[in-house]
């Protein structure tokens, strides 16, 4: 299997501009999670689905981020409008279960600078 | 409010000594740690994991503790290898849920 597929791997985009990042999950899996990471914070639950049903978003820092899964193969996550503090990066995993008994497997991520 | 801490934001160790990378928590409801490992430009990548019910889990060279009533758990790396040179980021579920993650902390084995 090819793993989690991100896309972009790297995104330079200015302060308003519409972002979106896409995220091919690892085929099978039912769980699909979106992450941020910063320094300051760490690796930051966004969002997370469950058979393309978002079950928890309550890590969306703000309306401006929205997720999407339209079928078991695809998920977006848009920022509209971007602002410089959502530079950081975005990372999307998929797991087989909830029940994390061997992880979440991690796609490489896309690198957000917004200026 | 940062429920799980890795106040280490670095460790530097010699080659085939020990390395100790440190994690605490505050939220009682976990039941479930995993440590994950990252390297530059990469996704992490899945480590070792326990649960609550067990005070230790052993897998090759890495080694997890979990300290309940201390609310800390820690990954012994014996003996340290170039290659483990990456940043760690310890993790924690309530039941089964989602994922709460440390800050990381940056480990450098030197030659």
């Known amino acids: 299997d090819a793993g989690v597929i991100q896309s972009p791997r790297h995104e330079v985009t200015e302060m308003g501009q519409e972002v979106t990042l896409r995220c091919k999950p690892i085929?099978?899996?039912?769980?699909l999670f979106w992450y941020r990471q910063t320094m300051m914070r760490g690796l930051e639950l966004l969002i997370y689905?469950?058979?393309?049903?978002?079950?928890?978003d309550s890590g969306m820092p703000e309306d401006r981020f929205s997720a999407k899964m339209p079928n078991a193969s695809f998920s977006t996550l848009k920022i509209q409008p971007s602002e410089p503090r959502d530079s950081a990066v975005y990372f999307c995993?998929?797991?087989?279960?909830?029940?994390?008994?061997?992880?979440?497997?991690f796609g490489p991520g896309t690198r957000l600078t917004v200026t | 409010d940062q429920q799980v801490k890795q106040n280490s934001p670095s460790l530097s160790v010699q080659e085939g000594r020990i390395s100790i990378l440190n994690c605490d928590y505050t939220?009682?409801?976990?039941?479930?740690f995993l440590w994950y490992k990252k390297y530059p430009a990469e996704g992490p990548t899945f480590l070792i994991s326990?649960?609550?019910?067990?005070d230790k889990n052993e897998d090759g060279r890495f080694t997890v503790f979990l300290n309940k009533s201390a609310k800390h758990l820690s990954l012994h790396i014996v003996p340290s290898q170039p290659g483990d040179s990456a940043v760690y980021f310890c993790?924690?579920?309530?039941?089964?849920?989602?994922?709460?993650f440390g800050e990381g902390t940056q480990l450098t084995v030197n030659p």
């Open positions: 995993a998929s797991s087989l279960t909830e029940k994390y008994l061997r992880g979440q497997y």
């Open positions: 939220n009682s409801m976990f039941d479930y």
């Open positions: 326990i649960s609550s019910i067990k």
């Open positions: 689905f469950n058979n393309n049903v978002p079950i928890d």
């Open positions: 085929s099978g899996h039912d769980y």
């Open positions: 993790a924690a579920s309530p039941s089964g849920s989602r994922l709460t």
